[in-house]
């Protein structure tokens, strides 16, 4: 920690210390006028707050979820809760591999701040914005409590669409082992299986201590389009303007060649005995289906077989606490966690792109496989065929009439794009892991209630190649020998070569991040007012956030002649041997100290009315600015049965450190027309482009393009700052019948985002200066970084109703209801721009993913429902219990339908879950369920963000799933 940093938090220190000593006179006074010691009211710290308070409606609008009722919803991870929350978007918002992440208010994931037993974990450290809920344990689980709104002014940056606390058991006396499995009735991939255990002993009551340690391990098998084959009938998803011309030109394992690079789709060999299924497709070119058409024939990669819907993924989570209660009311904890989760994430056919020597491979004339010679049928032709042209292949007498002969090859060099066929679809293992360490203690001192801790978390981020990777040199080396067949499968010896040139588990990135902190908070009545003491709450926290980025592993970057790597200056991989992906990152530490300091007041002013305030500062050490964030919040509870409430407040989120402090760009590369040299009515459709006079589309159209998401400098940037409110309450018209109704709303300004590159693809002219070119022309590379673009404002209302209805012979019945109403949300996709409304929706307008809450962390615009729900009605009578759940969202307009296809309403989803616990075999209790029992598919959709036809975001595409699970307690 800097010197500047410690001379500040001794100076922080100092000042609160001496608060402290005059609090405690005051409360001293307070005592001895006190008529003898009363009993205090059962209290928690619940979340959003730093001050004990009664377990009923607070000032602030705070959600619990037992584990219990996650389990009687049908969840089989923690990404079912973020997914059916109303308060949050969180999976329309992400298409990486980061996995789940909860996304309150639609802000964005960096805007919600994830917590685990009211401390932070070190973030994903890619992005270093967020965390992931795969970490967090399931089998020690007691509780989720939700905060929406801003709570910057109790926990500082991140806070400003709400905080999620997750809370496992405080003691554990026992053994408990736990196995579970889900299948969908349809074949295919998709299945879950799950295993879990928590062992404890010692009793905090009798014994003073505790120790348990808890396991869970999880494993889902991906799922391909193959897998679900009536869902993408050609039929249907043409109305989508979806296979209506495959492009003859699509690279896949029956390659379609020519005689040079820029013309390497002229003839395929197999187009006539079916293109080698299932991988790939015959097709008569793009053209073919014009009113004049035009044939080219060649194979299509076949989408049911290279595409997955739903990823595979590895859970594993180990978390251990022990507890002493200790003489005097004193509390000590020790928290460890350590959880690991890894993503599947598959690629499909990867293909050689920029970075690689060339963007085809090529056979010469003396290959066994070359055309003609024997092994592969030469290609027949109609029309002129002197040995130096392209004559047009052959299809059929009514196609293309004339006279058929074979191809002349004429010895040429033959270039074709190719994919390996045996090694199936590409993916890479994102593995991330999370560990954490916390030692923590409660108690009261001198009249003084404390809570201090030590916390230590550690994250890793490291993503390999699986299989389907291959390196481009060993691949053309056996081509020229004549070892690969790129127009059909490989003999015993070419497969056994493919499979020794494959790049598995290399890794090519790696980041690392790191949080330490230390906090401690005071708090004690200081005076007597009608309600009750006037509670203060006294903290400080010091916490230094770090990161760590490693250069490449250089065994697959090429090298130049003089011995030098194809590293440019600002160590970004240029050239590389691995198809498919480039190795990532430069050396370097970076770090941020931040000193916090809060106070917080409970006023409970009369009996029935009450008021908290808290203002927290927090201090940026590499921002070099500090950040004061106040809260106002109010309860009144005119009668027994009514509590209104009402809150004020401001947030923050500061820039992370790799925006400030990034090593390197972060590089992503897109194949699509240049767009000023190139120019489309359809600028993010690769293909639809025609160059400019004298240009050649070779090299200015459908071509594998570079961007930056992030670029070296962006010291910059400037926190993002909100405003929000919140006014509703708690009404009890009857017995057992609860209602509360809060309307909300929060605007952000400085919002930090990327411009998007389909943003820059639409507006070439405007944003000029992203072009970075080479000397002849063509684009080196696309800024599309980070700035701070302009403002965003949201407003709704949160319902939730909850009924329990009087015991009948039958058994007893409970309803539940919580929905989020979306009144208005629009943002400026640039400073002082026009405001645009993003609700009830779904658009490709760049300026939707460049602008709005997901910028800079993934292309898929942000869809906000208009309306959205869970609701559930649960039985029980004896050791039966079932519980019948449902989550709705309405549909959406879509105002960006892809060519070919007017389908612009997409329909409202409903998913219905049920599940049945039977706790009638001593120690045992067992879950039978179903989820999505109306076997509800995604709403279908037109818009190129979703390349399936089917909004996947909203549901997956399981179909109707089976689950089991079993649980015995020793």
């Not at 795969?134 to 020690?140: D, T």
């Not at 348990?212 to 050609?234: N, S, W």
Request: charged share 20%; glycine share 10%.
């Amino acid at each position: 920690m800097s010197t500047e940093s410690i001379y500040r938090f001794k100076r922080v220190t100092l000042a609160s210390a001496v608060a402290v000593a005059v609090l405690q006179m005051s409360g001293y006074a307070q005592a001895q006028s006190a008529d003898g010691e009363q009993a205090q009211m059962q209290s928690v710290v619940v979340t959003g707050s730093l001050i004990r308070h009664a377990t009923d409606e607070g000032a602030s609008a705070v959600t619990t979820i037992k584990a219990a009722e996650l389990e009687a919803r049908g969840h089989t991870e923690l990404k079912d809760l973020v997914l059916e929350m109303p308060e949050s978007l969180s999976l329309g918002t992400n298409s990486g591999a980061a996995g789940p992440i909860t996304n309150l208010r639609g802000l964005g994931p960096m805007r919600t701040l994830t917590l685990l037993n009211g401390r932070r974990l070190a973030n994903e450290p890619l992005q270093d914005q967020y965390v992931s809920v795969n970490v967090m344990p399931r089998m020690a689980m007691d509780r989720v409590e939700t905060l929406k709104g801003g709570a910057s002014s109790i926990y500082g940056a991140d806070a400003m669409g709400g905080v999620q606390n997750y809370y496992t058991k405080r003691g554990y006396n026992g053994a408990s082992v736990k196995a579970e499995y889900a299948t969908p009735q349809m074949n295919g991939g998709g299945q879950t299986k799950s295993f879990g255990a928590i062992f404890g002993r010692g009793n905090l009551s009798t014994d003073g201590w505790n120790a348990y340690i808890a396991i869970d391990h999880q494993e889902k098998t991906a799922l391909f389009q193959g897998d679900r084959p009536q869902q993408h009938d050609p039929a249907i998803l043409r109305t989508l303007g979806l296979g209506m011309t495959p492009d003859n030109k699509n690279p896949n394992p029956a390659a379609n060649f020519g005689f040079a690079t820029g013309s390497n789709s002229n003839y395929n060999t197999t187009f006539a005995n079916g293109c080698l299924p299932p991988y790939s497709v015959p097709v008569l070119g793009n053209k073919s289906a014009d009113p004049n058409p035009t044939y080219s024939p060649g194979c299509f990669r076949n989408p049911l077989f290279w595409t997955a819907i739903t990823d595979g993924s590895k859970i594993s989570n180990i978390s251990s606490r022990v507890s002493w209660n200790l003489p005097g009311g004193h509390k000590i904890d020790l928290d460890i966690l350590h959880a690991n989760f890894t993503v599947q994430k598959y690629r499909g056919m990867q293909t050689p792109g920029a970075n690689q020597p060339a963007t085809t491979y090529s056979m010469p004339s003396t290959s066994r496989f070359y055309p003609g010679n024997g092994i592969t049928p030469a290609v027949q032709v109609v029309g002129s065929n002197t040995g130096s042209n392209s004559p047009t292949m052959y299809i059929d007498p009514t196609k293309t009439p004339g006279t058929v002969s074979n191809l002349n090859m004429n010895g040429r060099t033959i270039y074709f794009v190719w994919g390996p066929a045996e090694l199936g679809p590409a993916y890479r293992n994102d593995e991330q892991t999370n560990n954490r360490i916390v030692l923590s203690a409660e108690g009261e001192v001198l009249g003084w209630d404390y809570r201090v801790g030590l916390n230590y978390g550690a994250a890793y981020r490291d993503t390999r190649v699986g299989e389907g990777y291959i390196l481009y040199s060993k691949a053309q080396e056996g081509f020229n020998k004549g070892i690969l067949n790129p127009f059909g499968l490989q003999d015993a010896a070419g497969l056994e070569y493919l499979k020794s040139i494959q790049a598995e588990d290399y890794t090519y990135r790696l980041n690392k991040a790191y949080n330490k902190s230390v906090d401690a908070t005071f708090t004690r009545g200081v005076w007597a007012l009608p309600g009750g003491d006037l509670m203060l709450a006294v903290s400080g926290e010091l916490r230094r956030d770090s990161a760590r980025t490693f250069n490449p592993q250089l065994d697959y970057v090429l090298k130049k002649p003089d011995g030098s790597y194809y590293i440019d200056a600002s160590g970004n991989v240029t050239q590389s041997d691995l198809v498919g992906e480039t190795p990532q990152g430069v050396a370097k530490k970076l770090y941020r100290d931040i000193s916090s300091l809060v106070l917080e007041a409970e006023a409970p002013i009369t009996s029935t009315f009450s008021l908290n305030g808290a203002v927290r500062a927090d201090h940026y050490q590499d921002l070099k600015q500090t950040t004061v964030n106040p809260k106002l919040a109010a309860r009144w509870q005119p009668m027994q049965n009514l509590v209104l409430r009402g809150s004020l407040s401001t947030g923050f989120r500061a820039p992370s450190i790799a925006d400030i402090q990034n090593p390197t760009p972060e590089v992503r590369t897109l194949v699509m027309d240049d767009p000023q040299k190139c120019p489309s009515s359809q600028p993010t459709v690769p293909g639809t482009g025609t160059p400019l006079p004298g240009l050649s589309a070779d090299l200015y159209c459908n071509v594998q393009t570079m961007y930056w998401t992030k670029s070296p400098n962006n010291d910059f940037l400037k926190p993002e700052k909100s405003r929000g409110f919140s006014f509703g309450g708690a009404f009890e018209p009857i017995k057992d019948l609860s209602i509360t109704l809060d309307y909300w709303g929060i605007g952000l300004t400085d919002v930090l985002g990327a411009v998007a590159i389909a943003e820059i693809q639409q507006n070439p002219d405007k944003y000029n200066s992203s072009f970075i070119r080479k000397a002849d022309g063509t684009i080196d590379h696309i800024i599309a970084s980070q700035a701070n673009r302009g403002q965003m404002r949201t407003r709704g209302a949160d319902l939730s109703i909850s009924y329990r209805f009087p015991k009948t012979s039958v058994g007893t019945f409970d309803a539940k209801l919580n929905g989020t109403y979306i009144q208005k949300y629009e943002f400026q996709a640039e400073k002082d721009g026009a405001w645009m409304s993003n609700v009830g929706i779904i658009t490709n307008d760049g300026r939707y993913g460049g602008a709005g809450p997901n910028s800079g962390l993934a292309g898929m615009p942000q869809i906000n429902p208009r309306w959205k729900h869970t609701a559930s009605v649960s039985w029980g009578k004896g050791p039966l219990k079932a519980t019948l759940s449902q989550r709705y969202n309405t549909g959406l307009t879509d105002l960006t339908p892809r060519a070919g296809s007017n389908l612009t309403k997409v329909e409202a989803y409903s998913q219905y879950n049920v599940n049945v616990k039977y706790t009638g075999i001593p120690n045992t209790s067992i879950n039978v369920g179903v989820n999505n029992i109306t076997e509800k598919w995604p709403p279908l959709t037109a818009n190129t963000i979703y390349s399936g036809g089917y909004v996947t975001s909203m549901a997956d595409m399981m179909g109707r799933v089976y689950r089991f699970s079993v649980e015995y307690k020793f």
